[in-house]
Protein backbone atom coordinates (compact mmCIF):
# COMPACT_ATOMS: atom_id res chain seq x y z
CA UNK A 1 0.00 0.00 0.00
CA UNK A 2 1.50 3.52 -0.71
CA UNK A 3 0.10 6.51 0.72
CA UNK A 4 -0.06 10.18 -0.55
CA UNK A 5 -1.03 13.07 1.72
CA UNK A 6 -1.93 16.53 0.93
CA UNK A 7 -3.69 19.64 2.30
CA UNK A 8 -1.52 20.80 4.64
CA UNK A 9 -0.88 24.56 5.03
CA UNK A 10 -1.03 27.46 7.43
CA UNK A 11 -4.16 28.69 8.83
CA UNK A 12 -5.09 31.44 11.43
CA UNK A 13 -6.63 29.95 15.14
CA UNK A 14 -10.55 28.76 14.93
CA UNK A 15 -10.17 27.86 10.66
CA UNK A 16 -10.43 25.05 8.83
CA UNK A 17 -8.23 22.83 6.80
CA UNK A 18 -9.19 19.56 4.83
CA UNK A 19 -6.03 16.90 4.86
CA UNK A 20 -6.32 13.94 2.21
CA UNK A 21 -4.52 10.60 2.06
CA UNK A 22 -5.07 8.44 -1.70
CA UNK A 23 -4.08 4.60 -1.10
CA UNK A 24 -2.77 2.74 -3.99
CA UNK A 25 -2.12 -1.40 -3.89
CA UNK A 26 -3.84 -3.65 -1.59
CA UNK A 27 -6.38 -1.90 0.24
CA UNK A 28 -8.99 -4.17 1.07
CA UNK A 29 -10.87 -4.02 4.36
CA UNK A 30 -8.19 -1.19 5.21
CA UNK A 31 -7.90 0.83 8.10
CA UNK A 32 -6.94 4.43 7.74
CA UNK A 33 -5.58 6.22 10.89
CA UNK A 34 -4.14 9.81 10.76
CA UNK A 35 -1.87 10.80 13.41
CA UNK A 36 0.58 14.32 13.92
CA UNK A 37 3.60 14.53 15.15
CA UNK A 38 4.97 18.70 16.90
CA UNK A 39 8.50 19.66 17.41
CA UNK A 40 9.65 17.70 20.26
CA UNK A 41 6.87 15.55 21.30
CA UNK A 42 5.83 11.61 20.36
CA UNK A 43 3.94 11.14 17.42
CA UNK A 44 0.27 11.13 18.79
CA UNK A 45 -3.36 9.13 17.10
CA UNK A 46 -5.94 12.00 15.90
CA UNK A 47 -8.21 9.64 14.18
CA UNK A 48 -8.77 6.52 12.69
CA UNK A 49 -11.24 4.96 10.02
CA UNK A 50 -11.68 1.37 11.28
CA UNK A 51 -11.72 -1.67 8.41
CA UNK A 52 -12.59 0.93 5.64
CA UNK A 53 -15.51 2.52 7.35
CA UNK A 54 -17.29 0.55 9.71
CA UNK A 55 -16.01 2.45 12.38
CA UNK A 56 -14.85 5.80 12.74
CA UNK A 57 -12.46 6.81 16.14
CA UNK A 58 -11.16 10.19 17.87
CA UNK A 59 -8.63 10.87 20.32
CA UNK A 60 -9.75 13.36 22.98
CA UNK A 61 -8.47 16.40 21.78
CA UNK A 62 -10.21 16.76 18.67
CA UNK A 63 -13.37 15.00 19.27
CA UNK A 64 -16.13 17.60 17.79
CA UNK A 65 -14.14 19.10 16.06
CA UNK A 66 -12.41 17.04 13.23
CA UNK A 67 -13.73 14.59 11.05
CA UNK A 68 -12.53 11.69 9.27
CA UNK A 69 -14.34 10.52 6.34
CA UNK A 70 -13.01 8.00 3.41
CA UNK A 71 -14.70 7.54 -0.16
CA UNK A 72 -14.33 3.51 -0.80
CA UNK A 73 -14.32 3.66 -4.67
CA UNK A 74 -11.30 6.14 -4.56
CA UNK A 75 -9.55 4.57 -1.93
CA UNK A 76 -9.40 8.14 -0.46
CA UNK A 77 -9.49 9.07 3.40
CA UNK A 78 -10.11 12.93 4.33
CA UNK A 79 -9.82 14.61 7.58
CA UNK A 80 -11.50 17.65 7.94
CA UNK A 81 -10.40 19.75 10.90
CA UNK A 82 -12.48 22.85 12.05
CA UNK A 83 -12.13 25.22 14.85
CA UNK A 84 -8.40 25.04 14.61
CA UNK A 85 -6.46 25.76 17.45
CA UNK A 86 -2.40 26.66 17.69
CA UNK A 87 -1.96 23.06 19.72
CA UNK A 88 -2.82 21.44 16.33
CA UNK A 89 0.04 22.38 14.93
CA UNK A 90 1.90 19.57 13.54
CA UNK A 91 3.18 17.30 11.27
CA UNK A 92 0.06 15.54 9.84
CA UNK A 93 0.42 11.44 8.82
CA UNK A 94 -1.93 8.87 7.30
CA UNK A 95 -1.30 5.42 7.97
CA UNK A 96 -2.37 2.41 6.70
CA UNK A 97 -2.91 -1.12 7.80
CA UNK A 98 -4.88 -4.40 6.36
CA UNK A 99 -4.50 -6.04 9.67
CA UNK A 100 -5.79 -4.61 12.38
CA UNK A 101 -7.77 -5.22 15.60
CA UNK A 102 -9.91 -2.32 16.94
CA UNK A 103 -7.62 -2.42 20.29
CA UNK A 104 -4.46 -1.19 18.10
CA UNK A 105 -5.81 1.54 15.70
CA UNK A 106 -3.98 4.23 18.32
CA UNK A 107 -0.81 3.14 18.63
CA UNK A 108 0.87 4.13 15.57
CA UNK A 109 3.42 1.29 15.93
CA UNK A 110 0.87 -1.02 14.69
CA UNK A 111 0.15 0.74 11.54
CA UNK A 112 2.44 -0.90 8.46
CA UNK A 113 2.23 2.00 5.90
CA UNK A 114 2.87 5.36 6.42
CA UNK A 115 2.39 8.78 4.06
CA UNK A 116 5.74 10.89 3.91
CA UNK A 117 3.67 13.76 5.87
CA UNK A 118 1.91 17.32 5.82
CA UNK A 119 2.49 20.15 8.00
CA UNK A 120 -0.55 22.01 9.71
CA UNK A 121 0.02 25.38 11.34
CA UNK A 122 -1.91 27.17 13.38
CA UNK A 123 -1.18 30.55 13.97
CA UNK A 124 -2.62 32.20 16.76
Known amino acids: VQLQASGGGLVQAGGSLRLSCAASGRTFSTTMGWFRQAPGKEREFVAA????????HYADSVKGRFTISGDNAKNTVYLQMNSLKPEDTAVYYCAADNRLILSSIRDYTQYDYWGQGTLVTVSS
Open 49 to 56: RFRSGSST
